[in-house]
């Protein structure tokens, strides 16, 4: 965190656009400081600086979501076009404009004119464009300020997928062993509307999903496919990897009063989880105008910040479980199937047509079907069914984390809540603190009213399980300035005891309690929190799973060598999965490897079934082996321990094939380590060296509050924190931040990777805010001015 001495950088440009100057200050470690004197000016520059420095990553992230791959790349991409289309926002514009706020519409065109302004200097100094659009050989597009929230398909939602896995499997596998796969928070059994077998809904309902929520994939053998092929990209991404997508993506934040910090004032902390991608999914900026001082994390690809802090308050969210998706299945007309049954007669589907321009290739056109719920995922036409979504996505203002421009430029805890009852997707916990010492709890997302169906199964579509409406702010739970005097969500099942709102299904779905559990434990026994003691808390990697499994195993009288020296390591460890733990090692490979794929075939022995409880639920697993029942046999607790005694030996083993026979060398970090692999890589030749990021040795595990969820093949990182914010309300300057592997996205950048080793340490850098700190600071010094177009013209010449 030591700051430097390299002279500042300055580079002036002419840009069509603004009214009058404006400033990018870029920090030594890549975080830009805007400033502009006037709101409409201050957007423009966030939209000309999130080109600057994320231009490959928008376009892609534009064109994917509006369906328009193809036209750069070729057949390869058309079925994914298709099914990105389908799930745009199709609604009245004025009304999704009003949704987030009065100036929305305002600021989102003043951003998408600044990403256009950056794209035009590329037309005049081509030598400005990232490499990927050379390696591809494409070019950016302009954008309309539409394409900024008509594009829903990369938001959180849930529980579409589960619902459909559910139906596969707990017909044929039982309801409890489907709680291997999701367990259910409150204790519940799922119930099958009447005239439904859900064992007769097939995985296909999920493809369009699927590849409508997919990333863009670049090889060689896609981009080079020719249009009779197209059909063959319509699996781009295994079902397991979505799933696992959805079963990992949480985030931790937490508030402290000022009665239980050393300082005497608020502090808050959040990090936000999601897969590790290069360029980082966020970035951290700060933004300067009258009336506006707000820094912290957003996406590139939206105005505004969605957690940070402004001069008075600090904010930040996680998701929260409400369920905002439905599956429904549709009869259909047996001699009309462009038809479907509703009440007693029936309902024709919406067609629309959708033309898509393809490289090297004809245009093609498609139809879409829609029902009043939403668009059709699948046709069964001999069953006569078709199968549904309705989602959030389709409801005005349901534009991701847009609605942070109201909560960024709230001034105390009535305006933040104001601010938020406009947040409808992701449903998520907003915590906030203030200068004052106020913290609160405000969990909120749009989440539907179910009245007569629990929503963990697909539903038909006939008009008898519709929603009915949407929960109000006011209607949630909330907890303002509690007596323990912290508040704090890591995605599990948070709803309190004595809230009275439960004849509302809000969801029963969550994330394992293993984060929420430490951060409450570590939390209440500190009195005097503040930032070292936040950064020591984001970083820690204490494994509440293995603390449950320890009893189990101290209780077990091993039979062989192997699993006696198993044993032996695993209850002499102090449960912490550090880079160089020997004991973590042992215990995550014995989870993943062997104790959890052994547990599954024995409860569910049919391969093909087992395949769809991948990742499998912590908490499902957990309670099992601790409660063991007559699905093990006659005598569970001894199956039981026969099974822990087996894998604990195969595991150990395992290992010493892996690791070396020498425990003693044996560490997490040979096995689980960091990788930020570039979409482009496989297509890049001598340059992907240049694009990729790691590998880094890295501790923790997906139940570790510094969350690093990994792929079970290769002990890959997967998904974690790549934003950490650590806030010292009112003392602004003494924060800390943290984004991987680096602010740019542009590989000849210093700060693409600069900040992946400090990450892969758990270390942070200064999330400055003061004009005098920052200034101290400047690594870089980019100055806007106002230029007409004939200046612009002279200046290509």
């Not at 951290?284 to 590139?300: K, M, R, S, Y």
């Not at 169906?453 to 006939?462: E, F």
């Not at 009275?500 to 984060?515: F, P, Q």
């Not at 380590?673 to 496989?682: R, T």
Request: overall charge negative; some cysteine; proline content about 6%.
């Amino acid at each position: 965190m030591t700051q430097h001495s390299e002279p500042v950088r300055h580079e002036e440009i002419p840009v069509e656009g603004l009214t009058e100057a404006a400033e990018i200050l870029v920090d030594r470690w890549g975080i830009p400081h805007l400033r502009a004197g006037n709101k409409t000016d201050l957007f423009f520059l966030q939209g000309f600086n999130a080109a600057r420095d994320r231009l490959w990553q928008i376009d892609i992230w534009r064109k994917r979501g509006l369906g328009l791959l193809a036209r750069d790349f070729g057949a390869g991409y058309l079925a994914q076009d298709r099914a990105c289309r389908a799930f745009l926002y199709r609604g009245d514009m004025d009304c999704e404009w009003a949704s987030y706020g009065e100036d929305t519409q305002e600021i989102a065109t003043a951003f998408v004119a600044g990403i256009n302004a950056y794209i035009a200097l590329t037309e005049r100094e081509p030598e400005r464009l990232p490499p990927e659009f050379g390696i591809l050989g494409t070019r950016p597009e302009r954008w309309a300020p539409e394409d900024v929230v008509r594009i829903r398909s990369h938001a959180l939602t849930r529980n579409a997928l589960s619902e459909v896995l559910r139906a596969q499997v707990a017909p044929r596998a039982g309801d409890h062993n489907d709680l291997l796969r999701k367990f259910l928070e409150p204790a519940h059994r799922p119930q099958a509307a009447d005239g439904i077998d859900p064992a007769t809904i097939p995985l296909a309902v999920l493809d369009l999903f699927k590849l409508a929520t997919a990333p863009v994939t670049f090889e060689g053998e896609r981009l080079a496919a020719p249009l009779d092929q197209a059909g063959a990209w319509t699996k781009i991404n295994d079902l397991q990897s979505v799933v696992m997508d959805s079963e990992w993506t949480g985030s931790n934040n937490w508030a402290v009063a000022p009665h239980r910090t050393g300082t005497g004032r608020a502090m808050m902390a959040s990090d936000p989880h999601r897969n590790h991608s290069v360029p980082a999914l966020r970035y951290i900026v700060h933004l300067t105008a009258p009336g506006i001082d707000a820094i912290g994390a957003g996406e590139p690809c939206v105005p505004g910040i969605s957690v940070g802090h402004n001069d008075r308050i600090a904010f930040s969210q996680t998701i929260f479980g409400s369920d905002q998706e439905d599956i429904y299945v549709y009869e259909l007309d047996p001699a009309d199937h462009g038809r479907y049954r509703f009440g007693d007669g029936w309902r024709t589907f919406e067609a629309r047509e959708e033309r898509f321009e393809v490289k090297g290739a004809p245009e093609q056109t498609a139809m879409q079907l829609y029902s009043h719920h939403g668009p059709l995922l699948h046709v069964d036409a001999a069953r006569n069914r078709a199968y549904g979504i309705r989602s959030i996505w389709f409801e005005p203002g349901s534009s991701a984390y847009l609605a942070g421009l109201r909560s960024m430029r709230a001034g105390d805890l009535d305006q933040f809540r104001d601010a938020i009852a406009r947040f409808a997707t992701p449903s998520l916990n907003h915590l906030y603190a203030d200068v004052d010492g106020t913290i609160a709890w405000l969990p909120f997302g749009m989440t539907p009213k179910r009245r007569n169906w629990d929503g963990l199964l697909p539903a038909p579509g006939d008009g008898r399980f519709e929603w009915d409406g949407f929960l109000a702010l006011d209607e949630m739970p909330s907890k303002v300035n509690p007596p323990e005097g912290f508040v704090f969500s890591a995605n599990e099942a948070n709803l309190p005891a004595d809230w009275d709102g439960k004849d509302v299904e809000i969801g029963y779905e969550w994330l394992e309690k293993s984060r929420a559990l430490r951060i409450h434990q570590v939390l209440s026994g500190d009195g005097k929190h503040g930032i070292a003691a936040g950064a020591a808390l984001q970083t820690d990697v204490f494994s509440w799973p293995a603390l449950r499994l320890r009893p189990l195993v101290e209780a077990l009288a091993p039979a062989t060598e192997s699993a006696a020296k198993a044993r032996d390591l695993l209850i002499a460890w102090d449960c912490e999965l550090h880079v160089d733990s020997a004991a973590g090692a042992l215990s995550e490979l014995w989870f993943t490897h062997h104790l959890k794929p052994t547990l599954f075939a024995l409860l569910v022995p049919d391969a093909k079934l087992r395949a769809l409880l991948a990742p499998g639920d912590v908490e499902g697993i957990l309670t099992i082996l601790e409660q063991p029942d007559r699905r093990f046999g006659e005598a569970p607790t001894a199956a039981r321990d026969a099974l822990l005694l087996a894998t604990l030996a195969s595991a150990w083993d395992d290992a010493a094939k892996r690791l070396g026979a020498d425990p003693a060398a044996w560490n997490w970090g040979k096995l689980h380590h960091g990788f930020f692999e570039h979409a482009v890589s496989p297509v890049a030749g001598s340059a992907r060296s240049a694009l990729d990021v790691g590998p880094l040795p890295k501790g923790g595990s997906a139940s570790t509050v510094m969350h690093a969820a990994y792929r079970a093949q290769d002990f890959r990182v997967t998904m974690g924190a790549s934003v950490r914010l650590l806030m010292d309300v009112g003392n602004w300057d003494e924060s800390l931040c943290i984004n991987a592997p680096g602010q740019s996205g542009d590989s000849r950048s210093p700060h693409y990777r600069d900040l992946s080793t400090l990450w892969a340490r758990g270390e942070y850098v200064p999330l400055l805010y003061s004009r005098t700190a920052v200034d101290a600071a400047a690594g870089q010094r980019i100055v806007l001015r106002p230029a007409g177009k004939s200046e612009l013209l002279d200046a290509a010449e």
